[in-house]
Each structure stands twice: as C-alpha cells, then as structure tokens.
C-alpha cells in the first residue's frame, strides 16, 4: 500500500499557518517524494476576533474546518501548530506525527521596553491566553493584562499602534518567520511555563488512512512526540481546554522525561498557581502519557479541584 501522490495539505491562510504547511510540504517532497498543494482555508478562529477562545468554542475552532476537508476528501493532510490540537480528537481522526520543536518559549514583546520587570506599574499588557494571564500576574500583580486575538501580525499591529506596553506570544512563531528581531526577552520555562506542545507541528490525517499514517510516521521526532505526549496528557486528565489556565511542558535529562505542570485559577486569576514535578525514564506513548497522568495527580492533591471550571 503506497501514499497517495499527490497529496493535498489544508492549512489555515495566516502567515504562519502557510510558512507552517510549506515547511511540511517540502519536507514531503524532500524525505518521502511525495508531491503536495495546499488548500488554504478560514475558520472560525480566524473569524471571531472580538471574544477570547474560552467564550466561544475554544481552541477546536481552529482545526475544525481542516477536519471538515480531511473527513470529505478535499484534503489528505492538515498541519497544525500542535497547542491549538483538543486534546481528544473526533474519531475518525488520528495525530501521524509531531515535528520537531522549535524554542518552546514565550516571548515578551514590546517597542519601549527591554524586559517584563522595567515595565512601569500598572502597564497593560496584551494576551488572551488564560495560561499566560495568570502567570503573567503571578509574576507582576501590578499589571494590567488585556485581550490580545488576531494572528501574528495582527497582533503585533496592535501593539505598533499603541495599545499596549508589551504583548507575550510564542517564540516559536516569530522565529519562523523571521520576526526574532521583534523579542525583547525570552520568558525562561521556569518563569513562565509554556501549555502543552507549543512550539511543535502536529500532522492530523484520517484514521482510516494507514499508507499516509505509515508514511507521515517518518517525519516525526521521536523525543518531542513523546514529551508532548505527556504534556497533553496533563490537560487531558484535568479535562482541560482554553477555559483552562494549564501550562505543561517536558525535557529530557537523557532517557529521563522530566515534566513540569501548572495551573491558575480560571476565575480569580490572581490566585497562587499550583505547580507539579515529575520525572521518570519514559521509552513509549504509554510511559509517557502515564507520566502526564501522575503530574495531573500531584496538582489534584494540591487542590486542583477547586481551581478548575464548576
């Protein structure tokens, strides 16, 4: 049984959901021989601009769509940035492969100031991430953080046009696309945990599709699916969603994954973040995601129950 050839990629019609799907694209054509055109498309995410993620449907708004195209034949392949994946897929679907990361790290962005600490009291600050909104105020209750959608570019748009002293965004996207120059300061994991996966591709084709599966399975990075593994295995075991506040993020100390978890309150989001450690030699999806599991457990015994949504 052989791939189809060619193939079709969906792919959202931002600048970087396109560098996103060019980059895999030329990976098909260079590693695997195989041919593939994109099929841009909008979805909802795309769309409503005016609410945060948590009030509308979160973040399956952006790859529903994509799914819509795979499930019809229009496409074969959708490239999404892996933190905007639900941690349960639709059935019928299935994650072929995760990419190798890029520097999983937030950014601080800003046009006048070096860093998060010089900014002056009461700055106001642009993210509608609940993640990064209660570490950001973990960090600087001071601060004023405010809604920030829009891709990119629209983003940093926003805050070129003066309504905010500083915007937080993933490294990883600015990197792609050449916008390093923008970082002021890269956030270090141990100030402000990323949320699971970032910085990472995830490749999503039918379930159904075992020669593409067989296929795709060739591009992925072992070391980062399996962290992401059990990143996403945190938020799945404390049902989490963008009405989460949750940040999970894994390293390896040789064959040893060591993962660190966070979580804020998702309504009082001044409240103290309850925080988890911990490591185990991981060989397989099992291991890992069994590791995920028990750092969900630990903050659970921290109290987790009572920061999460009613």
Known sequence: MTAPNPITIATRE??????????????????????A???????????ILDRTLSKVGGKGLFVKELEAALAD?????????????????????TLAAVLQREDPRDAFVSNDFASLAELPQGAVVGSSSLRRVTQLLSLRPDL?????????????RKLDEGG???????????????????VRALFEIDQMLPCAGQGALGLEIRADDSALAEAVAKLAH???????????AVSRALGGSCSLPLAAHARWQGSTLCLDAALGHAEAHTSPLLRSSVAAEVIDVESARALGQQAAARLRDLGAGSYLPG
């Open 14 to 35: 931002s600048r970087l959901a396109l560098w996103q799907a060019e980059h895999v694209q030329a990976r098909l054509a260079t590693e695997l021989g195989l041919t």
């Open 37 to 47: 055109t994109l099929l841009g498309m909008t979805t909802r995410g795309d769309q």
């Open 73 to 93: 034949g229009r496409a074969q392949l959708a490239v999404h940035s892996l933190k905007d994946v639900p941690m349960e897929l639709p059935e019928g679907f």
């Open 144 to 156: 004023r953080v405010e809604p920030l959608r829009g891709n990119l570019d629209t983003r940093l």
């Open 164 to 182: 905010y002293h500083a915007i937080v965004l993933a490294a990883a996207g600015l990197k792609r696309l050449g916008l390093a120059a923008r």
């Open 222 to 232: 072992p070391p980062t699916q399996l962290a992401c593994e059990a990143e996403r």
